[in-house]
């Protein structure tokens, strides 16, 4: 695979997805844990809305590397540890990345060892990361606008 340019629209357009996700879990009751659990479709809600934000930005990362670099992930892992090798992340966030991925592959694989509690922790307290990655994303490709195809 050859590079052809990071398609801004995408970019646009997966950040944006990010966000939105994100917006809706902070939409869902979360004031306390007794209000988190008092109607199970808050707990479906946030399982959806969390899972897709960490495939947004997993997403995101695969369309970087491969336009930007050539470069084909399949592994929501791995990708972490490209965009370090490449520099796109430093090693706090690539870390953080892989810690996010690793939780993705746990809702989709192992989902029934995920308690409300650890639901709403990372609701509450952890949902911020998905905003830490995007910015050190985005910050990268203002660095980098000779990487970034504008055209439609």
């Known amino acids: ?53 960490l495939e947004g930005i997993m997403d995101l990362g695969r369309h970087i590397l491969a336009k930007g670099f050539g470069e084909a992930v399949t592994e929501y892992k791995t990708i972490a540890f490209s965009m370090k090798r490449i520099g796109i992340l430093n090693e706090v966030h690539a870390e ?17 060892e995920i308690s409300d509690q650890e639901l709403y922790e990372i609701c509450t307290v952890h949902i911020s990361d998905l905003h830490t990655i995007l910015d050190a994303i985005s910050g990268w490709l203002k660095k980098h606008p000779e990487l970034i195809d504008r055209s439609l």
Do not use: Q
């Open 1 to 53: 695979m050859s590079p052809s340019g990071i398609k801004e629209k995408i970019v646009a357009e997966k950040m944006a997805w990010v966000v939105s996700m994100i917006e809706n879990i902070r939409s869902i009751p979360l004031e306390s844990f007794d209000e988190f659990t008092s109607d199970i479709r808050n707990m479906a809600a946030a399982e959806s809305y969390l899972r897709r934000s």
């Open 96 to 112: 953080l990345l892989k810690k996010l991925a690793g939780y993705r592959n746990r809702m989709v694989h192992f989902y029934v």
